[in-house]
Nanobody
Framework: VQLQASGGGLVQAGGSLRLSCAASGSIFGTPIMGWYRQAPGKQRELVADITSLGTTNYVDSVKGRFTISRDNAKNTVYLQMNSLRLEDTAVYYC???????????WGQGTQVTVSS
């Protein structure tokens, strides 16, 4: 399984970005997909995830600002990020996981930088 993330960049505080992550390869079952992020000097944290049925989960700090969605036909997950804050600056990693796999799969990471 390979995941290709895109959509990161530099944006001013209050702006928006949309991340995309397309999965390809041997995708079985109904995997969960989502996004983690890692800021400099901090641990990687879960930002949001979404099941194949559309059930979503968000870290408290992004609720009301970020929206995760997916297109099962395209095996693609999206993260719409609005009202971006300086503290959202991080490398964002998409992932895919399922009980049918021995481990989760990760994308290569995309940098999101929010400036003042």
């Amino acid at each position: 399984v390979q995941l290709q993330a895109s959509g990161g960049g530099l944006v001013q505080a209050g702006g928006s970005l949309r991340l995309s992550c397309a999965a390809s390869g041997s995708i079985f079952g109904t995997p969960i997909m989502g996004w983690y992020r890692q800021a400099p000097g901090k641990q990687r944290e879960l930002v949001a995830d979404i099941t194949s049925l559309g059930t979503t989960n968000y870290v408290d700090s992004v609720k009301g600002r970020f929206t995760i969605s997916r297109d099962n036909a395209k095996n693609t997950v999206y993260l719409q990020m609005n009202s971006l804050r300086l503290e959202d600056t991080a490398v964002y990693y998409c992932y895919l996981d399922s009980a049918l796999y021995s481990h989760p799969y990760w994308g290569q990471g995309t940098q999101v930088t929010v400036s003042s």
